[in-house]
T-cell receptor, first 112, second 108 residues
Framework: DAMVIQNPRYQVTQFGKPVTLSCSQT?????MYWYQQKSSQAPKLLFH???????NEADTPDNFQSRRPNTSFCFLDIRSPGLGDTAMYLC???????????FGPGTRLTVT | DAKTTQPPSMDCAEGRAANLPCNHS???????VYWYRQIHSQGPQYIIH???NNETNEMASLIITEDRKSSTLILPHATLRDTAVYYC?????????FGKGTHLIIQP
């Protein structure tokens, strides 16, 4: 019973070549989050959607954007990936604000 | 979000209770204490949360001191599969601010 699904699980892209990561959920949760986790570091929140309202963290690079076309899907777009964007990208959902979050398995992105 | 302090690592024998401490002395009245864990190469997993009362679920127990300045996560009978990084997070807002967590190693 997969609840938060991320595709692809592994992605290799070239420096500067746009890439899109996908997240879908079967929980019908209002809130969807994107986190970045670099090697040996803790996850770091990039942004989140509360329903259709987009909320960007202050230090998220402009290179990172997100779309949420409907309740079930959310996308992370990296317009011009740099080598420093190599990381695990984690999607999470929660029923509402300040509720527990359910994480997907992550997409491991490598920029070469 | 209030800052948390956790020991960087702990060992526990298989079958024993694992007690993971967390200090959050600057917690404010509307902030919850959440615990998540992350097994290597997987997404974080929610364990338990509380506001001021002690909580128990099928995975763990959460003990919060009366002044709410610290808490302890208890895994009652640790197994090898409980080896993971455990994060204590205090939040009253959207999103989670992860600290460095505690790397719990269960020894056979």
């Amino acid at each position: 019973d997969a609840m938060v699904i991320q595709n692809p699980r592994y992605q290799v892209t070239q420096f500067g070549k746009p890439v899109t990561l996908s997240c879908s959920q079967t929980l019908n949760h209002n809130v969807m989050y994107w986190y970045q986790q670099k090697s040996s570091q803790a996850p770091k929140l990039l942004f989140h959607y509360y329903d259709k309202d987009f909320n960007n963290e202050a230090d998220t690079p402009d290179n990172f954007q997100s779309r949420r076309p409907n309740t079930s899907f959310c996308f992370l777009d990296i317009r011009s990936p740099g080598l420093g964007d190599t990381a695990m990208y984690l999607c999470a959902t929660s029923r509402d604000r300040v509720y527990e979050q359910y994480f997907g398995p992550g997409t491991r992105l490598t920029v070469t | 979000d209030a800052k948390t302090t956790q020991p960087p690592s702990m060992d526990c024998a298989e079958g024993r209770a694992a007690n993971l401490p967390c200090n959050h002395s600057t917690i404010s009245g509307n902030e919850y204490v959440y615990w998540y864990r992350q097994i290597h190469s997987q997404g974080p997993q929610y364990i338990i949360h509380g506001l001021k009362n002690n909580e128990t679920n099928e995975m763990a127990s959460l003990i919060i001191t009366e002044d709410r300045k610290s808490s302890t996560l208890i895994l009652p009978h640790a197994t090898l599969r409980d080896t993971a990084v455990y994060y204590c997070i205090v939040t009253g807002a959207d999103g989670l601010t992860f600290g460095k967590g505690t790397h719990l190693i269960i020894q056979p």
